[in-house]
């Protein structure tokens, strides 16, 4: 597991196609009636990149920053992070209310408006997600009733890996928690052969196709 960044190469089309795995599993009855139930508890993002130039210039090779990109991390064995520029980052963000008695909160996010009493992540009905990839520490705040507070990292809260929080004493029942902060998704190559087109003398074109994996 690798903690390098996708590199931002230029030549990257803005068109990217960006898909959402979330499986279900359906059974009829004798009666006719359907019953369906989700598989995974969180989906699973897809991303095709498509690169028109590519440059091999020592000055400016996104050609060879791929390909050993590539390389470094044995093509589909192992995972690195990547920035998904409209899903990175949020700002006062809810992640879960206080009850008084639990103490380790996932950070979430959502890209629906949720409402007054959202429904976090696993249960449906807000759109929340985990994300599992902070990156560097988050700002937390804690809310009782007076406005949100900002919480003093190792004196309020610890951050765990894969962005669990865990506060040092339990927020109140009726506590509303938000952050602040950016993130990555965990991902690997989703395919096999990375395979590139050179268009011009020093400039290749071509694409790669990653997918998000959940720790």
Known sequence: MSNLVFP??????????RGRLQPS???????????????????????????NYLRTAVST??????????AIHG??????LYTDPPDSSVTAHKFGPGNASTVAFQLQRTLSTPGASPTFWP??????EPVWEPNSAPLIYKDTGGGPVLQTLTTHYTVGANGLITFVTAPAAGASLTWTGTYYR???FD????DLEQIVFGAWKGSVKLIEVIP
């Not at 030549?11 to 990217?16: A, F, K, R, S």
């Not at 019953?35 to 897809?46: A, E, K, M, N, S």
């Not at 093509?75 to 690195?80: A, V």
Request: proline share 3%; glycine share 10%; hydrophobic share 35%.
């Open 8 to 17: 931002a190469l230029t030549g990257l089309l803005p068109g990217v196609r």
């Open 25 to 51: 599993k359906t059974q009829t009855a004798a009666s006719g009636k359907r019953y369906t139930i989700r598989r995974w508890l969180c989906p699973v993002h897809t991303y095709d990149l498509d690169f």
């Open 61 to 70: 090779d996104e050609f060879q920053q791929l390909l050993n990109f590539v």
């Open 75 to 80: 093509g589909q064995k192992d995972s690195f």
């Open 123 to 128: 249960s449906l009905g807000s759109g929340y």
């Open 186 to 188: 965990r991902v690997q």
């Open 191 to 194: 395919q096999e052969s990375v």
